[in-house]
């Protein structure tokens, strides 16, 4: 988990997102892409079966 959310905290960072809709904005951009797949292999990583 520490992965993932380590890759959302930069990407908002990266967007500066100053309002809380243009935060919202940019949380649905990139957690949209996020597939199952991603959930197992984060959470493979930290040895927790799915």
């Known amino acids: 988990m520490k992965?993932?959310?380590?890759?959302?905290k930069y990407?908002?960072?990266?967007?500066?997102a100053r309002t809380k809709e243009?935060?919202?904005l940019a949380l649905?951009?990139?957690l949209n892409p996020l597939i199952p797949e991603h959930a197992k292999v984060y959470f493979g990583h930290?040895?927790?079966?799915v």
């Open 3 to 8: 992965i993932a959310c380590s890759k959302v």
């Open 11 to 16: 990407f908002l960072r990266k967007v500066q």
């Open 22 to 24: 243009s935060l919202y």
């Open 28 to 30: 649905v951009q990139i």
């Open 46 to 49: 930290v040895r927790i079966r």
